[in-house]
């Protein structure tokens, strides 16, 4: 399996409030990632795009949790 459908798997399992910390992690990397880019160029910078993707997934999948 890929990567992306591991995380995803994992999400289902996550309790609503494990989405909300791990959604206030991601969000501070994906703030520490983007003031280390604007100061010198990363590595890799596709990685905050990755990050924001994930954010994004933590959203959608506490969102359906809320629904249920």
């Known amino acids: 399996m890929s990567k992306k459908t591991d995380f995803v798997n994992s999400l289902k399992t996550m309790s609503e409030t494990d989405l909300?910390?791990?959604?206030?992690?991601?969000?501070?990397?994906?703030?520490?990632?983007?003031?280390?880019?604007?100061?010198?160029?990363l590595e890799n910078?596709?990685?905050?795009?990755?990050?924001?993707?994930?954010?994004?997934?933590?959203?959608?999948e506490l969102k359906n949790k809320a629904k249920s």
């Open 45 to 60: 910078p596709m990685t905050i795009q990755a990050v924001r993707r994930d954010i994004a997934r933590l959203k959608t």
């Open 20 to 41: 909300q910390a791990r959604i206030s992690e991601d969000e501070i990397r994906l703030k520490k990632l983007k003031f280390a880019h604007a100061t010198s160029p």
